[in-house]
């Protein structure tokens, strides 16, 4: 079967890095992507992943090692705003479509 | 702007009613998919269209069904609602060859 691990939970400060860890076990990989959900809305795309490395995009980076079947989201000089769900996803094949992790609830505080 | 739009975006309804949920798109892409969102268990993939003419099933279709009307619209049905189909069901759109999915805003089906 297909799954995809991460934690439930992370606490963080303000200004602080953290780092959301994404483990995956499908039967086909075709990238790894990260999105972000703030409370009930509408999840949006953060980044995509293909090949093994490090993508970054302002304040946030996300990193694949696919002969690990591991990626993670690396968030730095964290705000208040960043507060939010995110969600790794595994497309297996080309041709199909997103499997998502259960989500990780980042909590930032002052 | 180019959007997906959800219609209704909360509904009540009691158990055994035939519930239709419908997407609308306006950014021109090809494929749509439905999700469902429960706390704690993520986004599970119920169908996916890749355009008019495919319709796939995905990891929980059991209970559910989709008709593509056109390349905008994509409806997601439930023929006889039961209490456990209560979640936060999401439309999202995409364009070959993107990976990113765009979701449109939820809605919220409680079952009673």
């Known amino acids: 079967g297909q799954s995809l691990e991460q934690p439930s939970e992370v606490t963080a400060v303000e200004g602080a890095i953290v780092q959301i860890n994404c483990t995956y076990q499908t039967s086909g990989f075709y990238g790894l992507s990260w999105y972000q959900q703030h409370d009930g809305g509408a999840p949006t795309f953060l980044s995509y992943?293909?090949?093994?490395g490090l993508e970054e995009t302002g304040r946030f980076s996300s990193f694949l090692s696919r002969s690990d079947s591991y990626g993670y989201l690396l968030l730095q000089e964290l705000q208040m705003k960043d507060s939010a769900s995110y969600f790794c996803?595994?497309?297996?094949?080309?041709?199909?479509?997103?499997?998502f992790g259960k989500g990780t609830t980042l909590s930032v505080s002052s | 702007d180019a959007d997906v739009t959800q219609t209704p975006r909360n509904r009540i309804t009691k158990t055994g009613k035939r519930i239709m949920l419908e997407c609308s798109q306006t950014?021109?892409?090809?494929?749509m998919y439905w999700y469902r969102q429960d706390p704690g268990l993520g986004l599970r993939l119920i169908y996916y269209s890749f355009d008019v003419k495919d319709i796939n099933k995905g990891e929980i279709s059991d209970g559910y069904s989709v008709s593509r009307q056109a390349q905008a619209k994509f409806s997601l049905s439930l023929e006889s609602a039961i209490p456990n189909q209560t979640a936060l069901y999401f439309c999202?759109?995409?364009?070959?060859?993107?990976?990113?999915?765009?979701f449109g805003p939820g809605t919220r089906l409680t079952v009673l």
């Open positions: 992943n293909a090949l093994d």
């Open positions: 950014k021109g892409h090809d494929r």
């Open positions: 996803a595994v497309r297996e094949e080309a041709g199909t479509a997103l499997i």
């Open positions: 999202a759109t995409s364009k070959r060859p993107s990976n990113e999915q765009f």
